[in-house]
């Protein structure tokens, strides 16, 4: 996981603020995004927050903003996708910090 400059480069650092795309490189992400269940989701103590709002969704890339009334503190990201008839999950290992 990274985060885009404005330039779109990508940056290591994943403490952002609002509005900030995070970027997800992997294989098989693609995704349903009629399905609740399956997309890209960020989870701290307060719960479970599936995004919805997505600049790029491929197979190999996923670009979304950080959402502006996501609450700040330290999540950690996950992807859900259906590639058959199982769910798939995709626990990212780096936490994003939230300003």
Not at 89 to 97: G, H, L, M, P, W
């Amino acid at each position: 996981i990274t985060t885009l400059n404005s330039d779109a480069s990508e940056s290591s650092s994943l403490s952002v603020t609002a509005g900030k795309t995070l970027r997800i490189h992997g294989r098989n992400l693609s995704f349903d995004i009629t399905d609740e269940n399956q997309g890209m989701f960020l989870e701290n103590e307060s719960g479970l927050t599936r995004l919805s709002v997505y600049n790029r969704r491929g197979t190999n890339v996923v670009d979304v903003p950080v959402p502006a009334d996501l609450a700040s503190g330290s999540y950690s990201v996950s992807i859900v996708t259906k590639p058959g008839n199982t769910y798939f999950t995709a626990n990212i290992d780096s936490v994003v910090t939230v300003a």
